[in-house]
């Protein structure tokens, strides 16, 4: 009887730590040729989607973006999630930059300037 509970304590703790498990394995997206974290990529997306329409004057379905650095060598930023991102539309373009500070992470416009 103690093997069977044995056995059984090991299934719950092998199923404890799948169940603890609560994120599946990373997917990525490769984005001007950076493998990128998909699931990352999406919520950057569309936060600077809103932000980049604001700024540029510029509906969100004519937005461009682009992946200008990964994180690689940035202090705070996984070597899959971008770290500058340029987005174009309606003539314009805008480069954020992500900054990572005690409180998380923000973007920072870097500049705003017509597209050529």
Known sequence: MGHRLALLAAGLVCVGVAACRTTSPKEPVVVSGYQLDAEHWSK?????SRRASFELSCPITDLEFTVVKNGEGVMGVDD???SQ??????????????????MGWTWLTQSATPAE
């Open 85 to 102: 991102v340029g987005v174009r539309g309606c003539n314009r373009q805008v480069l954020y930059l992500m900054v990572v500070g005690p």
């Open 44 to 48: 950057v997306k569309e936060e600077l």
């Open 80 to 82: 899959d999630e971008p």
